[in-house]
Nanobody
Framework: QVHLVESGGGLVQPGGSLRLSCAAS????????MGWYRQAPGKQRELVAD???????NYADSVKNRFRISRDNAKKMLYLQMNSLKPEDTAVYYC?????????WGQGTQVTVSS
C-alpha cells in the first residue's frame, strides 16, 4: 500500500512563492508517473504538472514558466515550486503517483493566494 502526504501549502500574497512537498511511503517500485493536480471551489480537479520516471515533464499552460515539478527518488519525494503566484492559483493541491495501473492520491494541501 502506498501512502502520500502533501505539505507546504498556506496563505501567500500575489507574486509570492510556495514549495509544495509530497512524501511517499510504501513500495513505489512500479512507479511510472507522478503529478500535481489542483481543485478550486466549484471546479473540476485539473492537472498542474506531471513527470514520467523517464523524465518527460508536462505543465498546464496556466502555470508554465511559473511552476516547476521536481523529485528526489532516493527520498521518495515529489515537489512543486510555485513562483509568481496569482489569486487564480488558489486551490487544494494534490499529488498523485501512478504505480503500475493504479493512481494513488494524497489528502491535499490548501494554497490560498490573496492580499
Amino acid at each position: 500500500q502506498v501512502h502520500l502526504v502533501e505539505s507546504g501549502g498556506g496563505l501567500v500574497q500575489p507574486g509570492g512563492s510556495l514549495r509544495l512537498s509530497c512524501a511517499a511511503s510504501g513500495s513505489i517500485f512500479s512507479l511510472n508517473r507522478m503529478g500535481w493536480y489542483r481543485q478550486a471551489p466549484g471546479k473540476q480537479r485539473e492537472l498542474v504538472a506531471d513527470q514520467t520516471t523517464a523524465g518527460t515533464t508536462n505543465y498546464a499552460d496556466s502555470v508554465k514558466n511559473r511552476f516547476r515539478i521536481s523529485r528526489d527518488n532516493a527520498k521518495k519525494m515529489l515537489y512543486l515550486q510555485m513562483n509568481s503566484l496569482k489569486p487564480e492559483d488558489t486551490a487544494v493541491y494534490y499529488c498523485m503517483f501512478r504505480i503500475a495501473v493504479r493512481d494513488y492520491w494524497g489528502q491535499g494541501t490548501q494554497v490560498t493566494v490573496s492580499s
